[in-house]
């Protein structure tokens, strides 16, 4: 056990529960978000997913705009404005009952989270050794889904379909968890700067995302990251809706699915950002995608041959091994960005690294949705095969990699 700890530092460990406490909120309702305004407020199957997509289309604007912010302020104050905004959405989400109200709202959430993901990101960066970032990106990782899988577990007992007011419940405990956060942050410093910068680079940081974009070993990572959220984080959110309406699978169990999800992955890893340490990244990373696709092909079975609990068993079983593969993901392609980053560019490469997550999320319900809608069987085996076709990309990227980040450090 003494082997599993992380050693980081104390303000790292109050980060991540403030983290845990909000995510927390976040199980309890976005798995139920898109069964609430299909079977609850009535929205086409298509709507409801472009509404989910409204959260990534802003998040994509936000992310950019608050990099500069992030360098110039830090990361702490603009993670509490980022909190607050996404409280604010996710509270008034129960009085929705028409589409253009949902999607007013999406674009409130879509500024906090495009705020929220960079700004933390950098905190955490500032606040790690390098040797040990990819451990501090896994135990974000632990929190955020240990509080997923938990939520999860408690949104599924309470929310009905058959009862829009406990909807209401599962919305307003999310705000409460959004501001529940901003109380942590007094407790975690704001790491000075570096400001032993030579004039070089002061002439570099002037133009801004002109001098991020021209790092194409960042463009190739920040795209694959898009495949990757596209075609696997994006339908495995779409599983639930999936699951409700194709094969009768109760709320209570989706809940289950999302805990066995979160939980394989809070198991499995510190032990793997372990594993990772003195191998190479990208080999390392190139696994997710054929788990990935190997999920997949384990929803269409369920899917298509059953139904009930027995359906939902399958899923359990798939959503299991898509957190075991997702174990690789933070401490390699999160930790790799930060590593690439100069320190007074960090709010801009973590904001256009959050919003390849954006753009993924904003692709993935989208199509997904729309495909859900002609052909629900037909999601699965499409997703499988664009993350099949990754794998070669991921492995080629290593090449392009400096010789120095080839390889997770050890700590």
């Known amino acids: 056990m003494r082997g599993l700890d992380p050693e980081l530092p104390r303000a790292v460990w109050i980060l991540e529960f403030g983290t845990f ?32 997509a409204m ?13 500069p912010l992030i360098d110039r ?11 607050v905004i996404a409280a604010l959405g996710y509270g008034l989400m129960p009085l929705v009952h028409e589409p253009w109200q949902a999607f007013a709202l999406a674009a409130v959430i879509g500024a906090g989270t495009g705020t929220f993901w960079p700004s933390i990101s950098v905190l955490l960066t500032n606040l790690t050794p390098p040797q040990k970032r990819h ?41 409460v968890t959004y501001v529940a ?14 400001e032993a910068l030579d004039e070089t680079f002061e002439a570099e940081r002037r133009p801004g995302y002109r001098t991020v974009v021209r790092d194409r070993v960042l463009l190739s990572l920040l795209g694959l990251n898009v495949v990757f959220i596209a075609a696997g984080y994006a339908p495995f959110e779409l599983l639930p809706v999936f699951a409700k309406n194709h094969n009768d699978v109760s709320e209570s169990w989706i809940g289950v699915i999302f805990f066995f999800n979160t939980m394989a992955l809070v198991v499995a890893q510190l032990p793997v950002a372990r594993l990772a340490e003195g191998r190479s990244r990208m080999k390392v990373l190139a696994v997710m995608p054929v788990a990935f696709a190997l999920c997949w092909l384990i929803v269409l079975a369920g899917g298509a041959w059953l139904v009930g609990t027995s359906a939902a068993l399958v899923f359990v079983l798939a959503a299991t091994l898509f957190g075991l593969a997702s174990c ?21 490469y973590m904001a256009l690294s959050s919003m390849s997550w954006e753009i993924g999320f904003t692709l993935g319900p989208a199509i997904g949705g729309i495909i859900l809608a002609l052909e629900p069987l037909a999601l699965w085996p499409i997703a499988g095969i664009v993350l099949a076709a990754s794998v070669g990309v991921v492995l080629r990227t290593e090449d392009r990699l400096p010789p120095a980040l080839r390889k997770t450090p050890s700590a």
């Not at 702490?76 to 980022?82: D, K």
């Not at 956060?181 to 570096?194: K, Q």
């Open 181 to 194: 956060m901003t109380f942590v942050l007094p407790f975690v410093p704001e790491p000075a700067l570096d």
């Open 135 to 175: 451990r501090a990106f896994a135990l974000q990782r632990v929190a955020l889904n240990l509080g997923i899988g938990l939520g999860g577990l408690t949104g599924g007992l309470i929310a009905s379909s058959s009862d829009p007011s406990s909807f209401t419940v599962l919305f307003v405990v999310d705000a």
């Open 73 to 83: 302020f830090g990361g702490r104050l603009t993670l509490a404005a980022a909190l």
């Open 21 to 52: 406490v909000n995510f927390f909120g976040s199980g309890i309702a976005f798995p139920f978000l898109l069964i609430y305004l299909h079977n609850v407020r009535g929205f086409g199957l298509a709507t409801a997913g472009l509404v989910v």
């Open 328 to 348: 690789v993901h933070g401490p390699t392609q999160a930790a790799l960005v930060a590593d690439l980053a100069p320190t007074r560019l960090r709010g801009r």
């Open 55 to 67: 959260l990534s289309v802003v998040g994509i604007a936000a992310g950019p705009v608050a990099g």
